[in-house]
């Protein structure tokens, strides 16, 4: 990596209690930011979100969640983030949030902010709720699942997750959206939160430019972090290892999911029915 470009890989041994993993004000991002919250049994963290909506999404374990005058009894209870889909709350401008580890066991909580004005009651989005699908063909095969997309009533935040079989990849072919040029692409910056199974594998990620003003590659692990905040970001999985991202992004002007596919890879998506055509 040129020593004058922004490193956006971010590894945290994470602690007890809340973990700023993308502090506010990110000289990278506009409008989002993003903490993991980490509790025992019995144990609770309080905060507020002004100037912001967020989706509490529970990666593993159970929780009781309350939001304003609205409360969330005992919901999640997925062993890891490979076991199911997730249960989410979504917190909008202006609220007060008390989280509570309901156990057995712990309770592992990823918070995902972004910039909003909006004012509306609070929601649950249960695992059922959760659409799923699963895209790519061969060894770009993904299973992906929508939490928060844009029939959801938000101010600007999306969220999902991705799961890479071992092997596989993902953004694929690598899109970008970083420029508001409908209706060809839409900008979104995003953030990327990494595990795998078993713990100790690893993926890669590249984040390059057109212009190749932009072009790294990291070795994703464990509880990586990584922040998108323009050009494409293709994934892969190593041979072994599922590989499981959460992702949200979020957009100045629209929640419109418009991405541009790297002209010198689209032909990936053409070569889609042809594989088909051949099972």
């Known amino acids: ?27 990278s991002l506009e409008l989002l930011r993003f903490s993991l919250v980490c509790l025992d049994e019995k144990e609770s963290h309080s905060f507020c979100v002004d100037g912001e909506e967020a989706a509490l ?22 062993r890891d983030v490979f076991s199911g889909n997730a249960a989410t709350v979504y917190a909008p401008c202006h609220s007060e949030i008390v989280v509570n ?36 063909r061969a060894n770009w095969t993904r299973h992906v699942r929508d939490i928060i997309d844009g029939s959801f009533n938000a101010g600007h935040i999306v969220v999902g997750e991705t799961i890479n079989p071992p092997g596989n990849w993902s953004s694929s072919p690598p ?4 420029v508001d040029n409908p209706p060809d692409e839409v900008k979104m910056e995003e953030i990327y939160f990494y595990q795998l199974k078993p ?21 994703v692990e464990h509880n990586s972090t990584v922040i998108l905040p323009r050009g494409y970001h293709p994934v892969a999985a190593a041979p072994g290892y599922q590989l499981y991202y959460l992702w949200f992004m979020a957009g100045p002007t629209s929640r419109t999911l418009c991405p541009k596919d790297d002209p010198a890879h689209s032909w990936l998506k053409a070569a889609e029915p042809i594989i088909d055509g051949l099972k």
Do not use: W
């Not at 999404?57 to 209870?77: C, W």
């Not at 899109?175 to 970083?178: A, V």
């Open 199 to 219: 713990q100790q594998g690893f993926g890669f990620q590249r984040i390059y430019t057109d212009d190749r003003s932009l072009d790294v590659s990291y070795a």
């Open 57 to 78: 999404v529970i990666l593993s374990g159970t929780a009781s969640i309350k939001i304003n005058d609205s409360t969330f009894e005992r919901i999640g209870g997925r």
């Open 101 to 136: 580890c309901a156990g057995p066991g712990p309770l592992s909580l990823a918070v995902c902010f972004s910039r909003s004005t909006l004012q509306r009651e609070p929601a649950l989005i249960a695992p059922q709720e959760v659409k799923t699908k699963t895209v790519g």
């Open 175 to 178: 899109h970008r959206h970083e």
């Open 1 to 27: 990596m040129s020593k004058t470009q922004t490193d956006f890989h971010i590894r945290k041994t994470l602690r007890h209690g809340e973990n700023v993993i993308v502090p506010p004000n990110h000289p």
